[in-house]
T-cell receptor, first 114, second 115 residues
């Protein structure tokens, strides 16, 4: 049972354009959402997050949008740069017994073409 | 300020042997999480620990797997009698708090290969 889904395994975008990565979730208990970036042979790096009480959070070139009614979130990167090429994971968090438990999607491999 | 450290980075074990994976959290972090990533899949939660306590082990296989986070020293994920299906990347993460907004910071992972 995949509670967090990233339906696009890969995405290719031209440098300077906007990259949009999508994520869907099924569990209404999730109250916090995060995006992580992962390079090969490294651990995931926290990128940006959003609380369920908000619908948008922006940090520099990165913006995350949350649509609770559709149980959908997206990460926008603009302008895209070659260094953004990586695997991006969305994660949803629920506070269970006082502990934050993260549920990850399968990841989307983003390639930025010069 | 060192990040989360994991060792070894690569571990090769034959079927039936034991694997011990170590994780040292970031300074000031007392919450440790272990995740497993199988090829072409996302990370799957295994266990959440605080010092000397297992808080949530709902993602741990019922047999052969155990975890600890002693008062002194790193957190250890132990896999007894490894099988080929245990081959995966194992990531440890730590956070300052266990609450909803406590971002988890990940180590570089240990890639376990069972031959």
């Amino acid at each position: 049972d995949q509670q967090v889904k990233q339906n696009s395994p890969s995405l290719s975008v031209q440098e300077g354009r906007i990259s949009i990565l999508n994520c869907d979730y099924t569990n209404s208990m999730f109250d916090y959402f995060l995006w992580y970036k992962k390079y090969p042979a490294e651990g995931p790096t926290f990128l940006i997050s959003i609380s369920s009480i908000k619908d948008k959070n922006e940090d520099g070139r990165f913006t995350v949008f949350l649509n609770k009614s559709a149980k959908h979130l997206s990460l926008h990167i603009v302008p895209s740069q070659p260094g953004d090429s990586a695997v991006y994971f969305c994660a949803a968090a629920a506070l269970i017994q006082g502990a934050q438990k993260l549920v990850f999607g399968q990841g989307t491999r983003l390639t930025i073409n010069p | 300020n060192a990040g989360v450290m994991q060792n070894p980075r690569h571990l090769v074990r034959r079927r039936g042997q034991e694997a011990r994976l170590r994780c040292s959290p970031m300074k000031g972090h007392s919450h440790v999480y272990w995740y497993r990533q199988l090829p072409e899949e996302g990370l799957k939660f295994m266990v959440y620990l605080q010092k000397e306590n297992i808080i949530d082990e709902s993602g741990m296989p019922k047999e052969r797997f155990s975890a600890e986070f002693p008062k002194e020293g790193p957190s250890i994920l132990r896999i007894q009698q490894v099988v080929r299906g245990d081959s995966a990347a194992y990531f440890c993460a730590s956070s300052r708090t266990g609450g909803a907004a406590g971002e988890q910071y990940f180590g570089p992972g240990t890639r376990l290969t069972v031959t």
